[in-house]
């Protein structure tokens, strides 16, 4: 539930709305995805994808992904210090500390999953039914994160909206900063 004196409609609802289907096999479903974007977990996939990244596409991508991560980390931990918005006070099922604005939880799958996806989309060596599947998995999983953090009511909607437009941001400065001096392609 939100608390709705410093909660906005969308928030609310959004909050109103994911109360309304609570039930056990969701609620596995969210504590694993809580799970994967946990601190350890965000690490932890990380170092296994920079490992892939490094021995398939070399070090290059796989540095930037860890950098693209660390730096989310860091940006994520300067706004929340800006904000220090309070978390919902309806949370329930998982432990939940710090500032709720923006959720770190969002940020991080979504830079870290997102940078993942676009190096093997790009990867010419990789089948295009293989790049369908890390996309739509991306996706899924960048978008099943922030939904577990509002199922248990640890952050509101504004919060992940936050996070994935923060997110959104690092991942263009990272795929710039990979492009810097490359020329095109022509095709």
Request: with cysteine; hydrophobic share 50%; glycine share 10%.
């Amino acid at each position: 539930m939100a608390d709705r004196t410093h909660a906005s409609q969308l928030d609310v609802s959004v909050s109103d709305w994911f109360a309304s289907i609570h039930n056990g096999t969701l609620t596995d479903l969210f504590k694993a995805m809580t799970t994967l974007g946990s601190t350890v977990g965000i690490i932890a996939i990380t170092l296994v994808l920079a490992g892939w990244l490094a021995w398939k596409q070399g070090w290059r991508r796989a540095v930037l992904l860890i950098s693209g991560v660390a730096g989310a980390y860091l940006v994520n931990t300067f706004i929340k210090s800006g904000f220090d918005r309070a978390r919902p006070v309806g949370a329930w099922g998982i432990e939940a500390d710090g500032s709720s604005f923006p959720s770190g939880n969002a940020m991080l799958a979504l830079v870290m999953y997102a940078l993942a996806a676009i190096w093997i989309v790009t990867d010419n060596s990789i089948s295009r039914p293989v790049k369908w599947i890390v996309s739509i998995a991306a996706a899924a999983l960048i978008i099943l994160m922030g939904a577990s953090r509002l199922y248990f009511s640890v952050h509101y909607a504004t919060d992940i909206i936050g996070g994935y437009a923060a997110g959104g941001i690092v991942v263009c400065m990272v795929v710039a900063a990979f492009t810097r001096g490359k020329r095109p392609s022509s095709r």
